[in-house]
C-alpha cells in the first residue's frame, strides 16, 4: 500500500462518517479512528510492520494531538476577516515543512503572489516528502502553522486572499 492509497483511505473514512475503520494485511495494519471520545474531527493512524522475528512490532503509542488547539482558536480570532479568504488545508497527517531544505528560503511568505499548482510547503509523512500546491491563485494573507510542526488531515495551514 502506497501513501496515495493511504491518503485516499484517510479521506474516505473522514467523509463517510465511520468512527473506526481497520484494515490488515500481510505487511501492514491500519487503524483510522475518527470523531473519538468527543474530539470531533480528530483522525489516528497507527500502523504495524511485523518484525523479522515474527513477533508484532508494539503499537505506537496515538499522539497527544497537539494541532487540533491551533486549528479550533483560528475561527474564533475573527471568522467574518476570515470568511473571504480560502483556506488551504492538510491532505494529508505528517509534519508542516515551509521550505524544501533547511538551509533553503520558504517557499511562499506572507504577501506573496501565487498561482494555481504554485507549491506552499511540503509534508513529511512516513519518510516521504508530499508538495502541498495551491488550489487556487491569490495572495498569501496568513500561514496558520509554524514550521516543523506536525499537522493532521484536514487542518488548515494557509489563508489565500482570491482577489
Known sequence: MDIKEIQSLIKFVAKS?????????????????????????????????????????????????PAPAPAAEAPAKSDENDSKYITIKS??????????????????????????????????????????????SGKVVKVLVEDSSPVEFDQPLFLIDPS
Do not use: W
Open 91 to 136: 491532505p494529508i497527517i505528517g509534519t508542516f515543512y515551509r521550505k524544501p531544505a533547511p538551509d533553503k528560503p520558504n517557499f511562499v511568505e506572507v504577501g506573496d503572489s501565487i498561482s494555481k499548482g504554485d507549491v506552499l510547503c511540503v509534508i513529511e509523512a512516513m519518510k516521504l516528502f508530499n508538495d502541498i500546491e495551491s488550489e487556487v
Open 17 to 65: 462518517g465511520a468512527s473506526e475503520v481497520k484494515l490488515e494485511t500481510d505487511e501492514i495494519k491500519i487503524t483510522i479512528r475518527t470523531g473519538a471520545a468527543g474530539r470531533e474531527g480528530e483522525t489516528t493512524i497507527v500502523q504495524h510492520v511485523p518484525m523479522a522475528h515474527g513477533m508484532p512490532a508494539p503499537a505506537p503509542a496515538p499522539q497527544a494531538a
